[in-house]
């Protein structure tokens, strides 16, 4: 069983409240899509089921399989069976994939896992992301493509073998062939396994390819609308506004950050922005 259950969940992020009593469940076996505009709260509601101190839960409930999640640690959330595929995955110079997963790995077991075994599934894996077979002893996500990033994601979870799979845009950065295979393998394991999934995406080829059972449409903090796969194509089509007339919702507008970056003139940046 991997069923997920979330209760009137509101979640504050530096102050700023971003969830506003959210409800959701994930059924036992199933692949749900997320959906809704930039900047309304899908990365936050996944980021807060795993635990990210960022994420202030100020009120509600989680429960997985009838446990209380928000009782966890994030480690307990890892070993319950919780997997968060990140959308920015970060670069850990100094540590290599092969160490980094092995230690995961064997967080979860009673006993360590044969070095032997250990190595015949990852190089496995990793051939069936189709990476390069150096991965292993490469630093983890240091000097990788955005494209690798994802799919070194999905070698992380298909060989820690989770029950639920958070996966925060885990297509973007891909191409459309690294899209196939990386929804391929995700459909392979979960035929073999007894894995839930709430993906979030913007792009219907790649719900095509997983085809969700279940949609789930977030606005303004709030799951305001649910339907079949039916809703993901008129979703693609037709946009949120539609949703956001019928349902009395405001779309709320991300904000925009300008970035600088080392080298650059900030001062230069600003005139170019007033049109100078």
Known sequence: MNRLEIRNLHVSVEGQEILKGLDLEVKDHEICALMGPNGNGKSTLLAAIMGHPKYVITEGEIYLDGKDVLSMSVDERSRAGIFLGMQNPAEVPGVNNSDFLRAAINSRLESPQPLFGFIRDMEKTIKQLQMK???????LNEGFSGGE??????????????????????????DVDAIQIVSDALLDYYNKSDVSMLIISHYQRFYEQLKPTRAHVLIDGKIVMDG????????????YDWISEQYGVEIRKP??????????????????????
């Open 255 to 276: 904000e925009v950050k300008l970035v600088y970056s080392l080298g650059t003139c900030a001062a230069s940046l600003r005139a170019n922005k007033n049109g100078k």
């Open 149 to 174: 990033k994802k799919r070194n994601e999905i070698v992380q979870m298909l060989l820690l073998k989770p029950t639920l799979a958070l996966l925060d845009e885990i297509d973007s950065g891909l």
């Open 228 to 239: 079949d796969a039916t809703l993901i194509e008129k979703i693609d089509k037709d946009g």
């Open 133 to 139: 077979p150096d991965l292993a002893h490469r630093y």
